[in-house]
């Protein structure tokens, strides 16, 4: 291991023990592997680091567990969150607070009448377009 990349992963999970996710570039991992690609210690040895820095920052729970997301960039660490943290909000929560619903298609809320055509609905270049379906 190269020290002074020790130092920036440090840094980095760190940042992940405040602030739940942290992405760190390929090219810094390798160079603190130096391999690339990654092999099974160099996981180990990372998990080693989080579990000290962890303890590090006077954690009285257990260092949560962390998942990785293998980008083409970058690797990002996501670690489970504690009680100490916010709570989680879906984006598609706020976006359904924040705008408005759309009307059910007037198709849909009329009941059929027994013998006439079902009549179904899209929309083809900006037209409504019925069609029998």
Known sequence: MITTTTADLQSALRLLANDIAVSVPWDA?????????LAIEHYTQLQSLWNEVWWAANRATPAPT???YHGPAKLTLVRESTLDDPPAVALQDLACISVPQLPEPLSLRLPHRAGAPRLGHRLLSSKLISERV
């Open 66 to 68: 962390v998942y990785l």
């Open 29 to 37: 991992l390798h160079q603190w592997a130096g391999s690339n690609p």
